[in-house]
């Protein structure tokens, strides 16, 4: 592939048919392509979607053979597509890096070519800190993010100057070093618990954060080749998700609980899905009443999703009488670290002995949805997931059920066994 000298990379996207999504493609023009006489337009279509895009009405792209207008994507001022949900923001940011390691290969088709400035700049960008690099890292893209996604973040930042020290080049990054980081990860204790190690799964969580650091530096040109794509990830384990049976949970109803705003946000949890940093912040402005259909509008504090839920009768009985519209529907709805010991006492007074968290009436809410015939990709809109991949765990417990189902009925052995000597 022969490139023209004024080549330009551009994010584009193009929308999913009958779907309310677009894909992401980076689009190279001119471009000269082997075989052909005139310059081409190359597309690179990256994998991912994004559905909280922001249009600028004003500028029409194009109209359609049905009359309908596809209006222009908002840019920020470095020319990035504009989204609303975070993970459209990092998918968009994951575009934008592409581009720029596009946009450079066309540049210039070998970094270290005779040009003496760029062998200048490249040695610069490899005496860098990458310890310095990966905390900015975070500041630049966690800004508006979920506490536990800053969490994540700052604690492998923390375990790699464990592993490190405070300054580590570029120039030092190599598979060796890395893998060697993946297995410190493996063996690391927890904070403040020296004799217990952090679990596979952590594990597998800071793992996957440095590599998307080590493929943004080799993006932004601090390495001069993907050292993430030479590595191997931890594998996770598959985690029990705990849930209460429609018993359970029925008993739990009639069971009294001291703590009132406590027993209704739980039972609501487990009739709408969810979390509690949701409900925490939910206010009465995105309670939409419309004739017999309650509907919840508000964005996921995780994911920065914007939700439309469709919620019952019941679930709406636990919000209380409606209040002024910037008023919260559940006021004074403790912090889950002053939750676990009344809800464990609510648990036990119901005669239930699971260890049940105020996360497991999500958890409740996919799995009896499963148990009654709910698809999964329903379930899955419903309960705010990115990734179906999410959803199919509760599914496996549904499969579990089914399987003690299937040796419930147990007849009399010795009769049956004469019975199947006859054939």
């Not at 960008?125 to 630049?140: I, L, S």
């Not at 800004?143 to 604690?155: A, G, H, L, M, V």
């Not at 993946?182 to 799964?201: D, H, M, Q, T, Y």
């Not at 509690?276 to 995105?286: A, G, S, V, Y």
């Amino acid at each position: 592939m022969k490139q023209l000298t004024k080549t330009k990379v551009t994010v584009r996207l193009r929308k999913l048919e009958n779907r309310k999504e677009w894909y992401i493609y980076i689009e190279s023009y001119p471009v000269m392509v082997a075989g052909k006489k005139t310059a081409q337009r190359v597309r690179e279509y990256i994998n991912r979607t994004v559905k909280t895009v922001e249009w600028d009405k004003s500028k029409i792209a194009r109209t359609d053979a049905g009359g309908l207008s596809t209006f222009k994507p908002n840019r920020n001022d470095n020319g990035i597509i504009i989204c609303r949900s975070n993970v459209d923001v990092e998918s968009m940011l994951y575009a934008d890096g592409i581009r720029k390691l596009r946009q450079r290969e066309f540049d210039q088709s070998d970094l270290f070519t005779d040009n003496e400035a760029v062998r200048v700049e490249q040695l610069k960008r490899e005496n860098q800190n990458f310890v310095a690099y990966f905390n900015a890292a975070n500041k630049k893209r966690h800004k508006n993010s979920s506490d536990s996604i800053i969490f994540n973040w700052e604690r492998t930042i923390a375990y790699f100057k464990d592993f490190t020290g405070d300054q580590i080049l570029f120039s030092e990054m190599n598979v060796k070093l890395a893998e060697e980081f993946r297995n410190f990860l493996l063996s690391s204790p927890k904070a403040n618990e020296k004799s217990v190690g952090i679990s596979r799964n952590t594990a597998a969580t800071y793992f996957s954060i440095f590599k998307a650091v080590l493929k943004q530096a080799f993006i932004d040109g601090f390495l001069t080749f993907d050292l993430s794509a030479k590595l191997q990830g931890i594998s996770e384990e598959e985690t029990r998700r705990e849930y209460l049976t429609l018993d359970e949970l029925n008993k739990l109803v009639k069971t009294p609980c001291k703590n009132n705003i406590l027993n209704r946000a739980a039972i609501f949890s487990a009739l709408t899905s969810l979390r509690h940093c949701d409900i925490k912040k939910l206010k009465w402005k995105e309670v939409n009443i419309n004739g017999n259909q309650i509907n919840l509008h508000f964005t996921q504090k995780k994911t920065k999703g914007v939700e439309y839920t469709p919620i019952s009768n019941q679930a709406f009985l636990m919000c209380g009488e409606p209040q002024s519209p910037e008023r919260l529907v559940f006021e004074d709805l403790p912090a889950p670290s002053w939750i676990s010991r009344p809800l464990k006492k609510w648990v036990e007074n119901a005669g239930i002995t699971k260890k049940i968290t105020f996360h497991c009436f999500r958890h409740t809410f996919a799995t009896l949805q499963l148990t009654n015939g709910t698809d999964i990709y329903t379930v899955s809109k419903m309960l705010g997931h990115t990734d179906i991949k999410t959803t199919q765990i509760y599914a496996k417990v549904v499969d579990e059920k089914k399987n003690l189902a299937s040796k419930a009925i147990v007849l009399d052995g010795e009769h049956l066994n004469a019975l199947a000597d006859e054939f």
